[in-house]
T-cell receptor, first 113, second 116 residues
Framework: AQSVTQLDSHVSVSEGTPVLLRCNYS??????LFWYVQHPNKGLQLLLK??????LVKGINGFEAEFKKSETSFHLTKPSAHMSDAAEYFC???????????FGTGTRLQVFP | GAVVSQHPSWVICKSGTSVKIECRSL??????MFWYRQFPKQSLMLMAT?????????EQGVEKDKFLINHASLTLSTLTVTSAHPEDSSFYIC????????????FGPGTRLTVL
């Protein structure tokens, strides 16, 4: 079965400093992985998607994630945080057996001025 | 990118009434749509999956007679909460996908339902 684990429920950074949101996955085959962002009282917006092409995936708003099979990780990074990045971030994997998305528990990113 | 809309964005209703929420894919045809429920500070919980022209498939524990789902066209799915009760108050989010399982799900902005 597929699963994802988001290692931090909360991450706080200062504006202008790097962001690292950690996600580990478990999959018996090559996974399809996503990062979504959710701002308060909003739906989810796709940041980026990995589907066995390039291991370094670039997304919107300066975010990127690197697929590391040896570490079963798909961490989300951004070189310099903006206040507008404050939101909830979800790491997601597709369960091919059920055709459903499996969500991590989410990481709340706070950005301080 | 693909856009999914939901209407209404928020609704307040009295206990015992029914509420319909619409989910539309604006610039693509969605063969499959999903309905999720999200409680405060929690992740999304899948309620049901609907394919155009077919009956929805409900997740375990979700009452199909209470949460009626219709996917009548490739761009529209509706969720009707029947005989709503205060415990149905929640944030309901739909998503839409074109075809294959690896295709991206695009999410709507969500509907905040409050039942008094």
């Amino acid at each position: 079965a597929q699963s994802v684990t988001q290692l931090d429920s909360h991450v706080s950074v200062s504006e202008g400093t790097p962001v690292l949101l950690r996600c580990n996955y478990s999959s018996s085959y090559s996974p399809s992985l996503f990062w979504y962002v959710q701002h308060p009282n909003k739906g989810l917006q796709l940041l980026l998607k990995y589907t066995s092409a390039a291991t370094l995936v670039k997304g919107i708003n300066g975010f990127e994630a690197e697929f590391k099979k040896s570490e079963t990780s798909f961490h989300l990074t951004k070189p310099s945080a903006h206040m507008s990045d404050a939101a909830e971030y979800f790491c997601v994997v597709i369960d091919y057996n059920t055709d459903k998305l499996i969500f991590g528990t989410g990481t709340r990113l706070q950005v301080f001025p | 990118g693909a856009v999914v809309s939901q209407h209404p964005s928020w609704v307040i209703c009295k206990s015992g009434t029914s509420v319909k929420i619409e989910c539309r894919s604006l610039d693509f045809q969605a063969t499959t749509m999903f309905w999720y429920r999200q409680f405060p500070k929690q992740s999304l919980m899948l309620m049901a999956t609907s394919n155009e022209g077919s009956k929805a498939t409900y997740e375990q524990g979700v009452e199909k007679d209470k949460f009626l789902i219709n996917h009548a066209s490739l761009t529209l799915s509706t969720l009707t909460v029947t005989s709503a009760h205060p415990e149905d108050s929640s944030f309901y989010i739909c998503s839409a996908r074109t075809s294959g399982a690896t295709d991206t799900q695009y999410f709507g902005p969500g509907t905040r339902l409050t039942v008094l």
